[in-house]
């Protein structure tokens, strides 16, 4: 999502990627110092909405990254950022019956302090 996110809104000069948070190595790199273990466990949650277009609705007013391009971008840009999103979850949208269920891999990360 945050490559469709990408293509509509380049991130800020010099940011690094938020997927790097998904990586046992960056995470090794900002905490190794400063921790006394660190475990991870590659994990999936499965977002389940009434429909693709709900899934949208919610993630427009609720995840901050897609409300930023939204608001930054003009009526026909909106739309070509939306088309792209309702592509992204249909080729990944196994419900079947209309409503959305996707799978997202996460890491899960348990840093114990020294």
Excluded: C
């Excluded at 690094?16 to 046992?24: E, V």
């Excluded at 693709?52 to 427009?60: G, I, Q, Y």
């Excluded at 979850?89 to 409503?99: D, E, H, R, V, W």
Aim: glycine share 4%; hydrophobic share 45%.
């Amino acid at each position: 999502m945050l490559a469709a996110i990408g293509k509509h809104i380049p991130p800020p000069a010099g940011a690094k990627s938020p997927a790097l948070w998904g990586t046992r190595a960056h995470i090794a790199e900002l905490f190794r110092p400063h921790a006394s273990s660190i475990m991870s466990e590659q994990r999936t949650f499965t977002f389940r909405y009434r429909s693709p277009e709900h899934w949208l609705t919610a993630f427009k007013i609720h995840y901050r990254p897609l409300l930023a391009a939204f608001a930054a971008l003009d009526a026909a840009a909106r739309a070509e950022l939306e088309r792209d999103l309702m592509r992204l979850i249909s080729q990944l949208n196994y419900s079947g019956n209309g409503s959305m269920v996707v799978a997202s891999e996460y890491l899960e990360i348990v840093i114990t302090r020294r």
